[in-house]
């Protein structure tokens, strides 16, 4: 156990996941946190999160933590982990493009003996048949020969408080059974909650594949029942309470289902299933309910205004949250755009607020400008997300007039101010 601290690690991407990863490490072993970001290595090193998973408490409490953009200073790095983002492309396919380059620079000062640890969310396989080949060809070297791999899938909860880093277990693997076993001792000395070493890196990948792709699908069939339960004109919310008390039904809520994780992972389960030669009925049909909520949303708007006398164009709107949960600067794979959109198209002028995510970021990422503050009345208000600020809001003030419509897609609201509810 005391020559798994003398291990130098290198974490490559400092985001949501990196970062607290970095953070534990460097309380024990030599860490360098990595990030081609210059802008994030500079907030960071001045102990500022943007992401607000560490603060500057934690941060410098990580003694033996160091922040660079530099590729030279990783170079006597033992063990790198790479938490690179995964996204998928406009066609609903996987991009690998920041994890092959990710691993084209790792390879660049890959020494013999060293470990590459994946945390990337991949499709089975994706480790030792699109980055191994990566490694091998830049560095030079042969795998399993005189470098090794291993895939530890991450489990970060954006903006949750409760369950982090080393309170989740954690899946480990190695491409060799000696490997599996160190890498497996390497993440028992930062996880509290203990670690499960899986029997190979294929097995480690599918099982992250499978956790979102799971809930996904949960998910999907209740907002099935969502636009069921529409027509008939009962309030869905309603129909789960009374399901609810049996002691085998999981209560899950609908809603607009994006992220990093549960909005993407799919895809990548779908496309490695498709590549095989089977199209996957389950995964898909799910993926295509939930892509789908957004539009519904809007549209339920429209009606409820159109119920209520309102001229659709040039009707003010105000969208309550731009993140993709609740209490998270997270705007990755919003699908509070799809709403945006599909009211842009009736003619509808909106705007969106949100305390907690990056003006900056919303306008590169989805070309919308979130409003500094609240101070027109509107003829509809859409609760998107569910932050704790927008509880304290004074709704009646904000309606423009007893006709203006409240629609709650997280059946957050008190139930007396809203017209409508998903």
């Given at each position: 156990?005391?020559?798994?601290?003398?291990?130098?690690?290198?974490?490559?991407?400092?985001?949501?996941?990196?970062?607290?990863?970095?953070?534990?490490?460097?309380?024990?072993?030599?860490?360098?946190?990595?990030?081609?970001?210059t802008?994030?290595?500079?907030?960071?090193?001045?102990?500022?999160?943007?992401?607000?998973?560490?603060?500057?408490?934690?941060?410098?409490?990580?003694?033996?933590?160091?922040?660079?953009?530099?590729?030279?200073?990783?170079?006597?790095?033992?063990?790198?982990?790479?938490?690179?983002?995964?996204?998928?492309?406009?066609?609903?396919?996987?991009?690998?493009?920041?994890?092959?380059?990710?691993?084209?620079?790792?390879?660049?000062?890959?020494?013999?003996?060293?470990?590459?640890?994946y945390?990337?969310?991949?499709?089975?396989?994706?480790?030792?048949?699109?980055?191994?080949?990566?490694?091998?060809?830049?560095?030079?070297?042969?795998?399993?020969?005189?470098?090794?791999?291993?895939?530890?899938?991450?489990?970060?909860?954006?903006?949750?408080?409760?369950?982090?880093?080393?309170?989740?277990?954690?899946?480990?693997?190695?491409?060799?059974?000696?490997?599996a076993?160190?890498?497996?001792?390497?993440?028992?000395?930062?996880?509290t909650?203990?670690?499960?070493?899986?029997?190979?890196?294929?097995?480690?990948?599918?099982?992250?594949?499978?956790?979102?792709?799971?809930?996904?699908?949960?998910?999907?069939?209740?907002?099935?029942?969502?636009?069921?339960?529409?027509?008939?004109?009962?309030?869905?919310q309603?129909?789960?309470?009374?399901?609810?008390?049996?002691?085998?039904?999981l209560?899950?809520?609908p809603?607009?289902?994006?992220?990093?994780?549960?909005?993407v992972?799919?895809?990548?389960?779908?496309?490695?299933?498709?590549?095989?030669?089977?199209?996957?009925?389950?995964?898909?049909?799910?993926?295509?309910?939930?892509?789908?909520?957004?539009?519904?949303?809007?549209?339920?708007?429209?009606?409820?205004?159109?119920?209520?006398?309102?001229?659709?164009?040039?009707?003010?709107?105000?969208?309550?949250?731009?993140?993709?949960?609740?209490?998270?600067?997270?705007?990755?794979?919003?699908?509070?755009?799809?709403?945006y959109?599909?009211?842009?198209?009736?003619?509808?002028?909106?705007?969106?607020?949100?305390?907690?995510?990056?003006?900056?970021?919303?306008?590169?990422?989805?070309?919308?400008?979130?409003?500094?503050?609240i101070?027109?009345?509107y003829?509809?208000?859409?609760?998107?997300?569910?932050?704790?600020e927008?509880?304290?809001?004074d709704?009646?003030?904000?309606?423009?007039?007893?006709?203006?419509?409240?629609?709650?897609?997280?059946?957050?609201?008190d139930?007396?101010?809203?017209d409508?509810?998903?």
């Amino acid at each position: 156990m005391n020559d798994i601290y003398k291990k130098r690690v290198g974490v490559i991407g400092l985001g949501y996941v990196g970062l607290p990863l970095a953070v534990e490490f460097g309380r024990r072993n030599n860490t360098v946190g990595f990030d081609i970001n210059t802008t994030r290595i500079q907030e960071l090193s001045e102990g500022v999160d943007r992401t607000k998973e560490s603060n500057m408490e934690e941060i410098k409490s990580s003694s033996k933590l160091t922040f660079s953009s530099d590729i030279n200073d990783l170079t006597s790095c033992d063990i790198y982990i790479v938490t690179v983002p995964t996204p998928i492309d406009q066609f609903k396919a996987p991009d690998l493009k920041p994890l092959i380059k990710a691993s084209e620079m790792i390879a660049t000062v890959l020494n013999p003996g060293d470990i590459v640890i994946y945390e990337s969310t991949v499709y089975p396989g994706c480790t030792e048949e699109d980055c191994v080949p990566v490694l091998e060809e830049v560095s030079g070297l042969s795998f399993n020969k005189d470098f090794f791999c291993g895939y530890s899938p991450e489990r970060i909860n954006p903006g949750d408080k409760v369950n982090t880093l080393t309170k989740i277990k954690k899946v480990t693997s190695g491409s060799t059974p000696e490997i599996a076993d160190i890498v497996d001792e390497l993440y028992k000395t930062i996880i509290t909650a203990g670690t499960h070493k899986a029997p190979n890196i294929k097995v480690a990948e599918a099982s992250k594949a499978i956790e979102n792709a799971q809930r996904d699908v949960n998910i999907s069939f209740v907002n099935e029942l969502a636009l069921i339960f529409d027509r008939i004109g009962i309030d869905t919310q309603d129909v789960i309470e009374a399901a609810g008390t049996k002691w085998n039904f999981l209560k899950y809520k609908p809603g607009l289902v994006g992220g990093h994780c549960i909005g993407v992972d799919p895809y990548y389960l779908a496309h490695k299933a498709e590549s095989l030669g089977y199209h996957p009925q389950v995964i898909l049909s799910g993926r295509r309910v939930n892509d789908n909520m957004g539009m519904f949303v809007a549209n339920k708007v429209i009606k409820l205004m159109i119920k209520k006398g309102h001229r659709i164009d040039g009707s003010r709107a105000l969208i309550l949250g731009m993140t993709f949960k609740e209490n998270c600067p997270d705007i990755r794979n919003s699908r509070v755009i799809d709403i945006y959109k599909e009211l842009k198209q009736f003619g509808l002028k909106i705007e969106v607020f949100d305390p907690h995510a990056d003006k900056e970021e919303v306008q590169q990422e989805y070309k919308v400008q979130l409003v500094s503050e609240i101070s027109k009345k509107y003829d509809a208000i859409i609760l998107a997300v569910s932050h704790d600020e927008f509880a304290l809001l004074d709704y009646r003030g904000l309606k423009n007039g007893d006709n203006a419509i409240i629609y709650d897609t997280k059946a957050f609201l008190d139930r007396e101010i809203v017209d409508s509810r998903l």
